[in-house]
Each structure stands twice: as C-alpha cells, then as structure tokens.
Nanobody, 114 residues
Framework: QVQLVESGGGLVQAGGSLTLSCAAS????????MGWYRQAPGKQRELVAT???????NYADSVKGRFTISRDNAKNTVYLRMNSLKPEDTAVYYC????????WGQGTQVTVSS
C-alpha cells in the first residue's frame, strides 16, 4: 500500500526553524524524485522544493536560501529543514513524488507567528 506520512510541524515564531519529515512506503523510494508542497488557507497547493533520485535539489523562489530538502534512502524518508521562517510560510505541508502522483497524506501544519 502506497502511503506518505508527514510529521514535524508546529507553531513557531518568525525567524525560527522547523524540520519536517515524510516517511514513504509502497514505492521504490530511491528511484523517485520527491517534493515538498504546501497549501495555505484559501490558496492552491504549491511546490516548495524537490530532490531528485540523484540528490539534485530545486526550490521555489520564495524559500530559496531558507529551506533545505534532503533524503535518506535507507529510511525511505525525505526532510525539509526550514530556517528563518516567516508568517507567509504558514500552511499545511505535504510530501509527494516530484510529479505528485501518489495519494496525498494528511500533511503537517506549520504556523509561523509574527
């Protein structure tokens, strides 16, 4: 069964940091590019960061220089380290393949207070 389980969200003050984790099962994780997405209230889901099977990374302009995506193929887990958080980073964060083809997990809420 294909499953994605996100964790690590929470409430943090502006300027703070969080690290999100996403455990994947039911896929050949090491062969898949993975991505972190977010959806803020009233907005469409957007792609925040991606990491290829070869560990190449790419970021949305809004998070470049503040967020770092990484992966551990031995643990079938992808991470998102978020530094210098801003109120506009408040959203539910999801992981998926880079093409977003897996059924979405429940996400993890990140709330940044000003």
């Amino acid at each position: 069964q294909v499953q994605l389980v996100e964790s690590g969200g929470g409430l943090v003050q502006a300027g703070g940091s969080l690290t999100l984790s996403c455990a994947a099962s039911g896929i050949i994780f090491r062969l898949n590019g993975m991505g972190w997405y977010r959806q803020a209230p009233g907005k469409q889901r957007e792609l925040v960061a991606t990491i290829t099977s070869g560990f190449g990374t790419n970021y949305a302009d809004s998070v470049k220089g503040r967020f770092t995506i990484s992966r551990d193929n031995a643990k079938n887990t992808v991470y998102l380290r978020m530094n210098s958080l801003k109120p506009e980073d408040t959203a539910v964060y999801y992981c998926n393949t880079a093409s977003g083809i897996i059924p979405w997990g429940q996400g993890t809420q990140v709330t940044v207070s000003s």
